[in-house]
């Protein structure tokens, strides 16, 4: 029989991920747009505030075992006893952490300053539970290889959500129907991926508990660094005096930072396991080879990032309407930042997967640390514009200390001709969307052509070797034979 490509499996993967994660742009920005007329800046930057606190807490929660999830299902023999015990730990974790935000809503929500945030605070956290035990699912089914069920699972998430927040939202019940059209949303991903991916409440055979506390806490500490350096942004400009509005101004330029974002979640989580899986099989040359592909492709998003950035006082005109015009600077400048997140999170997974979790610190820890400063430092004087040059700037500086992280401890650099082309055309399609002035539906031709420049660059300068080109044409309908 043979062999697995795992290369293949992985990008094969990541499209299935990343085409199902891009609902959340179609229908986030949908929601985000619906939103933003109906709840206005003030109370979109309620919510926006409320959705950031309770998102860092799950994303928090599911991080103390989610690369070590991955790394140690796609190293077992039997999966099961494992697959039980993460999925009691999740629960638990998420029932303690929705009991303690629930108790510290009140205090939270007088340090912000908008006292009203009590009761949202205390009714979002019930989807923290649900988050967590859903994503320990759904890490098992990628340790395992299910990445298209992974897959099918955003699909139902993202389209359930925006259904049931307009629905509850257009019946009259404002901050409160987004909230409960969040919970709603969890709890049907949860459904869908139990039915592909169900392991046994109880085991016969429990697992060590001892050996994956000792592979989780480094990562833990690590990612949450990462997440805290996510969701500090808001954080403080609300504590350095700044108002809702400008809070959701700043919200609205997050969402449409979100494709980045979104090629992180469906990518560097199947690149663990790809990795983990070519280490066991002892395909090492593979794995370096995957190492230093996965890369090169954190570099291909710099030209989106920038033919974007060039069009964002459009795009925020387009998809928001009146009223956040400003968020256009600002999703500008975030654009950038979320791609150097991109790069720092996939050597993150490279160290993850190549038995160096502890090395993550090195550069998790001075991200979190020069983020807090910068913001400290910019706010009080720029505010929002401020917070996300900062952001920007030090995602930044991350990115190049993860890369010489992985470099030194590992041998594995990235092509710096890669990164040099990609500049080049960036720079000359930014310069294009910013000169090239449109209004209204001539925007996604804009956009659409800009990356079809974009892309056909790359293949210009040649960037593309030919064992690529050949398995990217594998996934035409008409030509399924893989490059061997």
């Avoid at 897959?151 to 009259?172: D, E, H, K, M």
């Avoid at 001892?210 to 997440?227: E, G, N, Q």
Wanted: a positive charge; glycine letters at 8%; proline letters at 5%.
């Amino acid at each position: 029989m043979k062999p697995r490509d795992r290369g293949r499996d992985l990008l094969d993967g990541t499209l299935w991920g990343f085409l199902a994660e891009s609902l959340f742009p179609l229908t986030g920005l949908l929601t985000a747009s619906f939103l933003t007329r109906r709840l206005l800046p003030e109370g979109y930057g309620v919510f926006t505030l409320v959705a950031s606190l309770v998102a860092w807490v799950e994303w928090t929660v599911t991080s103390v075992f989610s690369r070590t999830t991955l790394k140690l299902i796609a190293e077992a023999e039997d999966w099961r006893p494992l697959g039980t015990t993460l999925v009691r730990w999740h629960l638990y974790l998420g029932v303690v952490a929705a009991a303690g935000i629930a108790a510290l809503a009140g205090p939270l929500a007088q340090l912000l300053g908008e006292p009203e945030m009590t009761t949202y605070l205390r009714l979002m956290a019930l989807e923290i539970p649900l988050f967590s035990v859903a994503q320990a699912h759904r890490n098992i089914l990628t340790g395992t290889g299910g990445f298209r069920q992974r897959a099918v699972t955003s699909v139902w998430r993202w389209t359930a959500r925006l259904v049931f927040i307009v629905v509850l939202v257009q019946l009259g019940f404002s901050v409160t129907g987004a909230i409960v059209g969040n919970l709603a949303a969890s709890l049907v991903e949860l459904i869908v991926v139990r039915y592909y991916c169900h392991p046994p409440l109880v085991s016969a055979t429990p697992f060590p508990a001892s050996r994956l506390t000792d592979y989780a806490v480094p990562l833990f500490v690590s990612t949450l660094c990462i997440r805290l350096f996510d969701v500090q942004i808001l954080l403080m400009l609300k504590l350095c005096g700044g108002t809702a509005a400008e809070v959701g101004l700043l919200g609205a330029a997050a969402n449409l930072a979100i494709l980045p974002r979104l090629f992180t979640l469906s990518f560097t989580p199947l690149l663990v396991a790809t990795l983990t899986h070519l280490q066991r099989d002892g395909q090492v040359k593979k794995a370096r080879d995957i190492c230093r592909d996965s890369l090169r492709l954190g570099f291909f998003l710099l030209p989106v990032a920038g033919l974007t950035a060039g069009a964002g006082g459009e795009i925020t005109r387009f998809i928001f309407g009146r009223g956040f015009e400003a968020a256009g600077i600002l999703f500008a400048w975030q654009i950038f930042g979320v791609v150097a997140l991109v790069v720092l999170n996939t050597c993150a997974s490279i160290l993850t997967a190549t038995d160096r979790p502890a090395q993550i610190l090195y550069f998790a820890l001075p991200l979190v640390m020069a983020g807090a400063v910068a913001n400290l430092l910019v706010i009080p004087r720029w505010r929002a514009e401020g917070a996300v040059i900062a952001m920007t700037g030090c995602a930044t500086f991350g990115a190049v200390v993860a890369l010489v992280v992985v470099g030194r401890t590992r041998q594995i650099w990235p092509s710096f001709v890669s990164l040099a082309r990609s500049a080049v055309i960036t720079a000359g399609v930014f310069a294009l969307s910013v000169h090239w002035p449109v209004a209204g539906a001539w925007l996604l031709l804009k956009l659409t052509l800009l990356f079809a420049f974009a892309v056909g660059s790359f293949f210009l300068l040649r960037e593309f070797t030919p064992r690529e080109v050949a398995l990217a044409r594998s996934f035409l309908p008409w030509n399924r034979s893989a490059p061997s």
